[in-house]
């Protein structure tokens, strides 16, 4: 290391992680705001502006041959001119970088360092892109921190999601879910106060101004739903709140593919399904059974991987 590299180092500013760990700590009950935080100190500008050609090119010189350690990977990126306007740009060539079997384990050790140790958005959004593709259970507690600066939320999730469905969902809400109105429910979502997640569960607003396809899948994810309803049989109305979550994930005009990708889908339509009879005659519930049985019949249900015979019976 050269002398004024030397200096630099020296020099250098907190991690990011560490950051986002003092912004948490900061916030009310460690829960981040609405939109999350913003991890930009100052504007990190290249004196030129690369065109998108030549940031392509800078990146994939930067990755090659694939650096050693954190330190290596800033020193590039700062000499080729790359900052956190090239942040998509990184994210799309680390996921296209090849990885023989040889290389994966150093790659995963330079995703934990970068997300642990990353000073710049740049270097950050390599090491998360490293682990969407190689991430282990011990990393979540790192993504989940990174995650609330709304920067790197959708890496961050991305990764989480392959390792923690859950816990993507409750950094997601965390972030994305906007409305006053659902935030006592994000709050103890995050803090993970079980006894007051059914309570707030059933307490907000459901009307689809609130409840988009995508909220109302990550609210089903991050309160683990199906075993809620286990723990609470006799609770009807988390079932009639059940119903409509299913009926928003399914909604044509929001994006019904929410449906399709929500793992727990056929265990929440056969726990609705099962328990409809004791749901109190309201129009509500009339309403939220017709839509269900309409969505398994000839909406987007009937996509769902269902076992021979069942979808009808239910129907």
Same mark, same amino acid.
């Given at each position: 290391?050269? &002398?004024?590299?030397?200096?630099?180092?020296?020099?250098?500013?907190?991690?990011?992680?560490? !950051?986002? /760990?003092?912004?948490?700590?900061?916030?009310?009950?460690? @829960?981040?705001?609405?939109?999350?935080?913003?991890?930009?100190?100052?504007?990190?500008?290249?004196?030129?502006?690369?065109?998108?050609?030549?940031?392509?090119?800078?990146?994939?010189? &930067?990755?090659? *041959?694939?650096?050693?350690?954190?330190?290596?990977? %800033?020193?590039?990126?700062?000499?080729?001119?790359?900052?956190?306007?090239?942040?998509?740009?990184?994210?799309?060539?680390? +996921?296209?970088?090849?990885? *023989?079997?040889?290389?994966?384990?150093?790659?995963?050790? /330079?995703?934990? !360092?970068?997300?642990?140790?990353?000073?710049?958005?740049? +270097?950050? #959004?390599?090491?998360?892109?490293?682990?969407?593709?190689?991430?282990? *259970?011990?990393?979540?507690?790192?993504?989940?921190?990174?995650?609330?600066?709304?920067?790197?939320?959708?890496?961050? @999730?991305?990764?989480?999601?392959?390792?923690?469905?859950?816990?993507?969902?409750?950094?997601?809400? &965390?972030?994305?879910?906007?409305?006053?109105?659902?935030?006592?429910?994000?709050?103890?979502?995050?803090?993970?106060? !079980?006894?007051?997640?059914?309570?707030?569960?059933?307490?907000?607003?459901?009307?689809?101004?609130?409840?988009?396809? #995508?909220?109302?899948?990550?609210?089903?994810?991050?309160?683990?739903?199906?075993?809620?309803?286990? !723990? %609470?049989?006799?609770? #009807?109305?988390? =079932?009639?709140?059940?119903?409509?979550?299913?009926?928003?994930?399914?909604?044509?005009?929001?994006? *019904?593919?929410?449906?399709? @990708?929500?793992?727990?889908?056929? #265990?929440?339509?056969?726990?609705?399904?099962?328990?409809?009879?004791?749901?109190?005659?309201?129009?509500?519930? %009339?309403?939220? =059974?017709?839509?269900?049985?309409?969505?398994?019949?000839?909406?987007?249900?009937?996509? /769902?991987?269902?076992?021979?015979?069942?979808? @009808?019976?239910?129907?």
């Amino acid at each position: 290391m050269s &002398a004024q590299e030397e200096r630099d180092a020296l020099t250098l500013p907190p991690a990011l992680y560490d !950051q986002a /760990l003092h912004y948490l700590r900061d916030s009310l009950d460690g @829960v981040p705001p609405r939109r999350g935080f913003s991890s930009s100190r100052q504007p990190e500008p290249s004196e030129v502006p690369l065109s998108r050609e030549e940031a392509r090119s800078a990146v994939r010189d &930067a990755l090659n *041959p694939l650096p050693e350690d954190s330190a290596t990977l %800033h020193r590039r990126f700062a000499r080729l001119g790359m900052d956190r306007r090239h942040m998509h740009l990184i994210r799309s060539a680390v +996921a296209d970088l090849p990885l *023989p079997d040889d290389q994966r384990e150093p790659a995963r050790s /330079l995703g934990r !360092q970068l997300t642990r140790t990353g000073t710049t958005g740049a +270097a950050v #959004t390599a090491g998360l892109a490293l682990l969407i593709r190689l991430g282990e *259970p011990e990393d979540i507690p790192y993504l989940s921190v990174l995650a609330v600066f709304r920067e790197f939320t959708l890496p961050a @999730v991305d990764a989480l999601d392959i390792l923690d469905r859950r816990r993507a969902a409750v950094v997601w809400l &965390a972030v994305y879910a906007r409305r006053a109105e659902l935030r006592p429910l994000v709050r103890v979502l995050w803090t993970g106060d !079980q006894e007051a997640i059914c309570a707030e569960l059933v307490a907000f607003p459901a009307e689809p101004r609130f409840l988009s396809s #995508t909220i109302a899948r990550r609210i089903a994810e991050a309160a683990r739903l199906p075993d809620l309803l286990d !723990q %609470h049989p006799s609770d #009807t109305p988390l =079932l009639a709140r059940t119903g409509r979550l299913l009926v928003r994930m399914g909604c044509s005009r929001d994006d *019904p593919t929410d449906l399709l @990708v929500y793992r727990e889908a056929l #265990t929440l339509y056969e726990s609705v399904a099962t328990r409809a009879r004791h749901l109190p005659p309201t129009l509500d519930n %009339h309403a939220t =059974l017709l839509s269900l049985a309409l969505d398994m019949s000839s909406g987007s249900g009937v996509l /769902l991987d269902w076992p021979p015979g069942q979808r @009808v019976t239910r129907v």
